[in-house]
């Protein structure tokens, strides 16, 4: 079954380290990949996503993602936290019955200032 | 502008009690909507998606169900509720599965069974 993983639960950093958070998926399909993020009391919103073309995708507030295809990743980086990337981050990618989104179990970031 | 909305924000029901939970999309026409529960260290969990009214699909088996009585209305019910079903429910909506777009969510409802 198709699958979507994500290696960390919970990461702590403090402000200007670098970040880079895993995830794999497993679809033999057409890949559409997501990153999601969840700020404390907000709704989930759409960090950046790859579809096609240039593997090395750019999404809102520095955040990018490379998708490498031999390695079924997509891993999230950002070069330089800040205390406000505090927040969950959700990956997720094609999968279920008809290819509906399935997402990772998410990852925890906390910045400290 | 599509907008897609949620309600209640948060409920507290106890065990035995029905449920339901309304999701209503606004500026679009058949979109594909989905429910999602989102569990701590579990992620989002889909439950339920529908391509169109009437026409309901179940990803994991459960206490739940779900309705589509209207074109942008997705409605997630349950007739006794379990201790188990508490958690935090986001619906969803995109123009198609594979939508290159993703999906946009609700803002949710924090749903606590006791």
């Known amino acids: 079954a198709q699958s979507v993983s994500q290696h960390n639960h919970h990461v702590i950093l403090s402000e200007a380290a670098s970040l880079e958070l895993g995830c794999n998926y497993s679809y033999g399909g057409t890949v559409n990949l997501f990153w999601y993020v969840q700020y404390p009391g907000q709704h989930l919103q759409l960090l950046l996503k790859?579809?096609?073309?240039?593997?090395l995708v750019k999404g809102i507030k520095g955040f990018e993602a490379e998708f490498i295809k031999s390695k079924f990743s997509f891993n999230l980086r950002k070069p330089s936290v800040q205390w406000s990337d505090t927040a969950e981050y959700f990956c997720?990618?094609?999968?279920?019955?008809?290819?509906?989104?399935?997402f990772g179990k998410g990852t925890k970031l906390s910045v400290k200032p | 502008s599509q907008t897609i909305h949620q309600w209640p924000a948060t409920l507290v029901q106890p065990v035995g009690s029905p449920l339901s939970l309304e999701c209503t999309v606004e500026g679009t026409s058949n979109p594909n909507l989905y429910w999602y529960r989102q569990a701590a260290g579990r992620g989002l969990q889909l439950l339920f998606y529908s391509v169109g009214i009437g026409q309901i699909s179940s990803e994991v088996p459960q206490n739940l169900s779900a309705s589509r009585p209207q074109d942008r209305q997705f409605i997630l019910s349950s007739k006794k509720l379990l201790l188990s079903d508490s958690g935090f429910y986001l619906c969803?909506?995109?123009?198609?599965?594979?939508?290159?777009?993703?999906?946009?969510f609700g803002s949710g409802t924090r749903l606590t069974v006791v």
């Open positions: 969803a909506w995109s123009q198609h599965p594979g939508d290159s777009k993703g999906y946009t």
């Open positions: 997720a990618g094609p999968g279920g019955s008809q290819g509906n989104l399935i």
């Open positions: 790859y579809f096609s073309g240039d593997p």
